[in-house]
């Protein structure tokens, strides 16, 4: 018989009030980790400098450009019927169409590898972790979109808003061609209403499941009646309303929506006037601003949302998200600026997803890529961290359906779907292959170099101060004494009673690293010290 899942530990009872407490490694770290992919030394030293609500701002306000588009990468051998031999490699496909089969899959595949890319060289803001909420919020499949170009411009519509205006988001993603695509909105027409989108855009986007979400199977045909005359232009890439597939008649809904009519329109400008209706009349809703920062709550603090949690915490928040006109950074600047997110109860309580672990430990790491110019190199690093996480369970463009991934809304487990008995061999495998030998393509490798990443510690030559801080990196849970007393004498001391074994062997190698005995000493201890911290369980937790 199966055994239940644990009970999940109370949240934290703490509220939204501005934190004021120690600004510490510790919360930096935790900051970090939820806003970004790891905590990476230079950004831990750099944030702490600055103070909570300056890093806080700085992390929802970024500077940096959006990244230049994915490019060219793959071949055009094989039975091509359209290779696009106009492309250079190295330069971006996504303004080419292309109806080849074979280039579309290689244009999907080189469009995962990209957005890796993306999140291993983030920069520091929220930006990119906000980018794959919204992709797991406004899910879609790259196989059944098929469009390649389709699913950069629909990407690139979730990273340019990704900390703007939700209302405007939901807007733009429902003529969107992707989701048109993805949710059958280019086949709704008055003569075939097609109910998916309006359903959805409702039941997940907008409004919710709970209990106070009490929209009708009457208000779904209505939405699919306001949003026919949807279609795409795969010559132009993008959508264009059609006004004689359009329903003109009026559009009634329920007392959910206070029993509003949408006026039908037989104009030109109708597709967008009765969308306007139909999300002016959703937003009115107050459950819309609930649901989306239990969303978000989920996403950066915890799953479980008990009766204190919606009082103190969703239900001014969702007040906040109404008050700005649902402007997203009021709401994150007020979560991640609060006593509740920088509770102890609220750290190291996450489980990684396979995108945390494994982006995570190419940022905390400092893991070297190539230069921008060796783009076939580097894609195809990206390649393998793509396949990793989806042999996690987590494949980046490709969650499991329109739900996007269970571990944000499977109740009882949430997170602790991703550990199974597949995954965290692979998990382990993953951690092992970037420290033991690395991954190698085109005859370079990317790999975790221990004796560099040591020394960018603050006191490597101390067994247990390093020890220390590693723990303090890599860990959102401290080990007991016991357990890092045992691991600097078994790894470190290589199996000596006193700090001067692993001392000595650290002062030598920094003084003479061409003693090839010694400095190998160092980097195999620095190796098994690494790859036994992060076989631990607790590696597995943000």
């Not at 999300?279 to 920062?293: G, P, Q, R, S, T």
């Amino acid at each position: 018989m199966e055994k239940p899942p644990p009970t999940p530990l109370a949240p934290p009872s703490t509220g939204l009030q501005a934190y004021t407490g120690n600004w510490g490694r510790a919360e930096v770290i935790h900051l970090l980790k939820r806003s970004m992919f790891g905590a990476a030394v230079a950004d831990i030293q750099y944030f702490l400098d600055k103070g909570m609500q300056a890093s806080v701002d700085e992390l929802i306000n970024p500077q940096a450009p959006l990244p230049a588009p994915p490019v060219k990468e793959y071949d055009t051998s094989g039975a091509l019927t359209a290779p696009d031999t106009n492309i250079a490699a190295g330069q971006t496909w996504v303004n080419d169409p292309n109806n080849d089969g074979t280039i579309q899959s290689r244009r999907r595949a080189s469009f995962k590898k990209w957005w890796m890319g993306c999140m291993v060289q983030q920069d520091r803001s929220v930006r990119e972790k906000m980018t794959l909420f919204w992709h797991n919020h406004f899910a879609t499949e790259s196989n059944d979109v098929s469009n390649a170009q389709y699913l950069y411009k629909h990407h690139n519509l979730l990273r340019t808003h990704a900390l703007g205006n939700f209302k405007e988001l939901v807007k733009q993603v429902t003529i969107d061609p992707a989701m048109l695509v993805y949710l059958n909105g280019q086949l709704n027409s008055k003569t075939a209403p097609d109910e998916n989108y309006g359903r959805e855009l409702q039941e997940l986007f907008c409004c919710g499941k709970g209990p106070d979400s009490l929209y009708t199977e009457a208000d779904v045909k209505a939405a699919a009646k306001v949003l026919t005359g949807w279609q795409n232009n795969a010559t132009q890439i993008n959508s264009v309303f059609t006004l004689s597939r359009h329903d003109t008649t009026n559009k009634q809904f329920s007392a959910f929506y206070k029993n509003t009519v949408i006026t039908g329109r037989n104009t030109a400008t109708a597709g967008l006037d009765e969308l306007n209706d139909l999300l002016n009349m959703i937003f009115a809703v107050d459950e819309v601003a609930k649901y989306i920062c239990r969303r978000l709550y989920r996403w950066f603090v915890y799953y479980e949302i008990d009766a204190s949690v919606e009082q103190n915490i969703i239900t001014p928040l969702a007040a906040i998200f109404r008050n700005n006109n649902y402007e997203i950074k009021p709401v994150l600047k007020t979560l991640l600026s609060s006593q509740h997110f920088y509770d102890s109860l609220s750290m190291g309580c996450v489980i990684k997803s396979p995108l945390d672990l494994v982006v995570g430990l190419c940022r905390e790491f400092n893991i070297s890529f190539q230069p921008a110019s060796d783009f076939v190199t580097n894609y195809g690093f990206y390649n393998y961290l793509v396949s990793s996480c989806t042999n996690m369970q987590q494949n980046p463009g490709d969650p499991p359906d329109v739900s996007g991934w269970k571990a944000y809304y499977q109740e009882p487990q949430f997170y602790q779907i991703w550990i199974n008995s597949d995954t965290l061999p692979k998990r382990n495998q993953f951690t092992d292959t970037m420290i033991v030998n690395g991954y190698t393509f085109s005859g370079k490798k990317i790999q975790i170099d221990g004796l560099s990443y040591a020394r960018s510690l603050k006191n490597p030559e101390d067994p247990n101060l390093l020890i220390d801080e590693l723990v303090e990196i890599l860990f959102q849970t401290e080990l007991s004494s016991a357990t890092k007393a045992q691991l600097k004498k078994d790894i470190l001391l290589g199996g000596q009673a006193q700090d001067y074994y692993w001392s000595n062997a650290w002062n030598g190698f920094i003084t003479n690293p061409n003693d090839t005995a010694n400095t190998n000493i160092v980097r195999t201890r620095l190796r098994d010290l690494i790859k036994y911290l992060m076989n631990l369980a607790e590696y597995q937790l943000s």
